[in-house]
């Protein structure tokens, strides 16, 4: 007889017809339709209404009606009987020695990602962002391709990474200088081409100049290497280009990035070349982590450099990050400098990324393997109690 298992972990949570809706992460054409839709804003006043709102909700940060001070008391009343301005749940939040803070998200039953703040030099620093949960492709280097996608993020989960991180940092109303959340990545879990849509979304909420303010050129989106989608990507955000490149030659990336078996070498360099906006004020980044033995030869070094000639471009090294389990090591440091000065000889900036927060697995490639282990104790518990 089959037996039936109770999944508490995976079960849906109940659908509420009558739940209000968050208006946190919508773009502005959506909330002015939310508002006009609801009965409580005339339809000629929306747009205005939508304004105000915005302003509250993405250049002071606001979760309540009652602070919106330039909106009646009555309309407050109506408005908060429809809606809610709400954040998705932190289910834990560390800080690492560095400074590096990291929360794991839950927007969901089952439905998690996380979201690494990295202190830069002075008083900026670097959001990294995940766009889906878990990733479909399976890089034999990286922890998160380990893990089975979930699901893609909405835009509004993506826009709530960046407000969870804003009200942890203290940084609303938007600064206009000063800023210590000064760009975003695109660099947490998932693939962002595999979810353009949501993505550029998220990047129009974000880099609105009357919101969040981060300026287009402040938003890096790094990508496997989905060679169609580049153009799209750089016509729908105008964001900055980081390509995860990792070999110079077809037979070692197809292992390393197995989407370059779909789209190789040729075709990447073709689109990457073709990227809209591409010049020496607006260079792509090439990121190479560095595989012990595997891709960080001086010969390497050099036909990295025919690949990528002509190209407007930094490269980033990446040490590469050990994952329990993991087929590779990271790179001696001697021979990392000796890769970079190869790079920099012929005139490119190569800086060697510092890992930061490895203590709390918030580095490139470590994302989700904390939580993954957290669920699988919580499972164990729950099979131990049936
Ligand atoms: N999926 C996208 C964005 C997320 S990965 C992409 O692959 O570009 C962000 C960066 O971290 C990528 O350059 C990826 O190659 C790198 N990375 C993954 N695993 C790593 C590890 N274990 N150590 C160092 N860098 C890693
Ligand atoms: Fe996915 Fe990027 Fe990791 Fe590759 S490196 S498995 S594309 S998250």
Redesign the pocket.
């Known amino acids: 007889m089959p037996s039936t298992t109770l999944d508490l972990v995976h079960r849906p949570a109940p659908v509420r017809t009558d739940a209000p809706q968050n208006l946190a992460g919508l773009t502005r054409a959506e909330l002015a339709a939310a508002l006009a839709a609801c009965g409580v804003v005339a339809p000629e006043k929306a747009r205005m209404r939508a304004s105000q709102l915005w302003r509250w909700i993405h250049h002071y940060g606001v979760v309540e009606f009652d602070r919106m001070s330039d909106i009646s008391k009555e309309m407050r009343t109506r408005l908060a009987e429809h809606f809610i301005v709400a954040r998705p749940e932190v289910v834990e939040r560390q800080v690492s020695r560095d400074g590096t803070r990291k929360w794991l998200i839950r927007f969901a039953p089952g439905v998690e990602a996380e979201t690494v703040y990295i202190p830069d030099v002075g008083r900026s620093g670097a959001l990294c962002v995940s766009s ?1 949960v878990g ?5 034999t ?6 893990q089975a996608l979930v699901r893609n993020l909405t835009a509004a989960e993506i826009v709530a990474q960046v407000q969870i991180a804003r009200d942890d940092l203290e940084e609303w109303p938007s600064p206009k200088e000063d800023r210590r959340l000064s760009n975003i990545v695109f ?5 962002p081409l595999y979810n353009l849509d949501h993505v550029a979304a998220a990047i129009d909420i974000i880099a609105d100049n009357e919101g969040i303010a981060i300026s287009r050129r402040r938003i890096t989106v ?3 290497g989905v060679a169609p989608e580049l153009t799209a990507l750089g016509e729908r955000t105008q964001a900055m280009l980081a390509i ?1 490149l990792h070999a110079p030659d077809d037979g070692l990336r197809d292992e390393l ?1 197995p ?1 370059n078996r779909r789209y190789p070498l040729e075709t990447l360099m073709a689109a990457i070349r073709a990227y809209p906006g591409l010049s020496n004020a607006r260079r792509v980044t090439f990121e190479y982590v560095m595989l012990k033995g595997v891709n960080d030869s001086p010969a390497q070094a050099r036909a990295l450099l025919k690949l990528i000639a002509g190209v407007p471009a930094k490269i980033n090294l990446i040490p590469f990050n050990p994952w329990p389990g993991a087929p590779y090591a990271c790179s001696d440091w001697s021979t990392i400098e000796a890769f970079a000065a190869i790079l920099n000889r012929a005139g490119y900036a190569s800086p060697i990324r510092t890992p930061r927060g490895r203590d709390i697995l918030a580095a490139c ?1 470590q ?1 989700k393997s904390e939580s993954e282990k957290l669920r699988a104790s919580e499972r164990r518990r729950l099979e131990a109690a049936e």
């Open positions: 889906q990733c479909t492709l399976n890089c280097f990286c922890h998160t391709g380990t660099m947490g879990m998932g693939e790094s990508t496997s995860s990035v989407l490639g994302l």
